[in-house]
């Protein structure tokens, strides 16, 4: 190592203790607190049963969690549209701006987990969040259903959901893998000839399965929601398929020949950092409305409960009213 | 230490090398591979003589750096306004939308240093990249003029150029240091009656003196530029007075009482970077137009003549063209 920290491999760094910051809510604090979510090793690629088993595992837990949590004032409903199982999310109250609003969501779980009934929630704390109408799409999954499995079932939707709603009255949003899949499905869609819907929201987007953003380093063992990374999940959703595909890893789409007005979030703890702004300037650099806003000492996703959670919920609601018609917040 | 990372004051983080990412242009990963960037420690604060003899030799070796690279198309001439120097930078080409448009910047320099003669050199580099006049203020530092007296410089001169500009013809913008200027003269103005411009810009700014932001932890010794704390020069700049006052730490201010459109810009590497998403979102939670740009692996700053700090200029005179009437890029 020279004087300036630099090593052959790149810069060295000593091993230190990051204080939990006093620049974010209490309830931030206190989710910063526990320290690294305790996750069990992924399985061999080639191991199904042994995914089949890890997947309903960790599904059985989130179950678990939401039905121990009081419900938010939204109902959820599952339907089947496009022959894709769909959970319609309904908030008690619906403000008129937002009765002929569909909101396309696709939930988070690296593309592997979280899918069937924990779905059913997802629906209703996004129509909770959003004081509209959401369609929660029950993608399939890996190990039993890899790419492009998932991505067929999201353009399916938007297919079918164009008969009833004009594309301008859609908008599509998604989490962490679901985050991949709204921007490939939106990029698939437009190569298909389908209307680009009104907005998309991507947030904490896994939208690089390639890992090669810096922040899969730097935010390394700092975002205690996700450590490092997810090339076992990633491997077994690709499924051999090219991982910089951009249907694949939307971040290497072509932006350039059309995209919709899009809200990319992300934290400075984030492990997936470097996939927001990196998709953000790509946006930008496309000629693409495109907004980003980063919260201060968040890891991957939301703290969960804190008041920077509701502050993105009226940050991604004042962007709909913007670009896409929705109720003003 | 716990299974979680957890220890009594934060979270663990073990030794490790951050390579260089790929994901930035070759010129960005050169300035990377450099490391960091070696400094002088400081001199005590009491010490005014021995920080004279650090502020001079700091601007001689700026000043050797830039008359060896060759000249921005730009000229800058020094002139006075409100009784405070100011060197006045004009691109050789200027944008007819842009004739009518003033910009006042203040020079990066941790409050301290680059004063005198550098801003010269800021003024043409400026003007070429913004395509615009470019008023930059070369105002007082410590040892010898400590807080307000930059600050009131600043007012000074943007109350003398509103005898010959309308205020919605000037932006303003800093860096570093200069952002806290930008942000506190805006501030402060508003709050004297005076009409607040047309649109600011703040770039890696250092808005906290207190550096309560979660950055300076995470990104501390990776953020080449700016390894760690500049509590010894916030000290000497504030002389005594509260860090946390708002004209001092300009992200504590009341932006709800009226602020201009605010770009602002940072690096996932940045030192700031805290500063940067903090003063972001309380600009946008008090209903303000603000856009956020991060930049992937940048340090504080800019990387220096990479295609990244081009994209950068494009970007603002992007934001001055939609917020400001000025060119479009």
């Known amino acids: 190592m020279n004087g300036k920290g630099v090593v052959a491999s790149g810069l060295y760094l000593k091993a230190r203790i990051i204080p939990i910051p006093k620049s974010i809510s209490p309830e931030a604090q206190a989710a910063l607190a526990v320290g690294r979510v305790e996750r069990p090793p992924s399985p061999p690629a080639t191991d199904k049963a042994a ?7 960790t599904n059985a837990g989130f179950l678990a969690m939401k039905k121990a949590a009081p419900p938010p004032p939204a109902r959820s409903t599952l ?8 959970y319609v999310g309904e908030p008690d109250t619906l403000p008129p701006a937002n009765r002929d609003k569909a909101l396309i969501h696709f939930h988070g779980g690296a593309l592997v987990l979280l899918g069937g009934e924990p779905v059913r929630y997802f629906a209703a704390d996004e129509a909770a969040a959003m004081h509209g109408k959401v369609f929660a799409v029950d993608y399939r999954n890996p190990p039993d259903h890899p790419y492009p499995a998932a991505l067929d079932d999201g353009v399916a939707v938007y297919r079918e959901l164009l008969k009833t709603y004009p594309a301008h009255k859609i908008a599509i949003s998604g989490v962490s893998g679901g985050g991949n899949l709204a921007a490939a499905m939106v990029l698939k869609s ?6 680009l819907p009104a907005a998309v929201g991507l947030f904490s987007p896994e939208v690089d399965l390639t890992e090669s953003g810096d922040s899969f380093q730097t935010n390394h063992d700092i975002d205690t929601v996700l450590h490092g990374s997810l090339a076992d999940s990633n491997a077994l959703y690709a499924d051999g398929h090219d991982l910089a595909d951009p249907y694949v890893s939307p971040l290497f789409g072509d932006f350039a020949k059309g995209f919709p007005p899009t809200f990319v979030q992300s934290g400075t703890r984030d492990l997936f950092l470097s996939n927001s702004v990196r998709i953000h300037r790509r946006l930008r650099d496309a000629g693409i409305d495109a907004e980003l806003h980063v919260w201060e000492a968040l890891p991957h996703a939301f703290f969960g409960g804190a008041p920077e959670d509701r502050e993105l919920h009226v940050e991604f609601r004042r962007f709909l009213a913007r670009v896409a018609g929705w109720a003003k917040p």
């Not at 995914?51 to 595992?57: E, L, Y």
Request: proline content about 10%; cysteine-free; aromatic content about 4%.
């Open 51 to 57: 995914w089949r088993a890890h997947i309903a595992a």
């Open 79 to 86: 339907t089947e549209i496009g022959k894709v199982p769909v």
């Open 190 to 195: 437009r190569d298909l000839g389908l209307p």
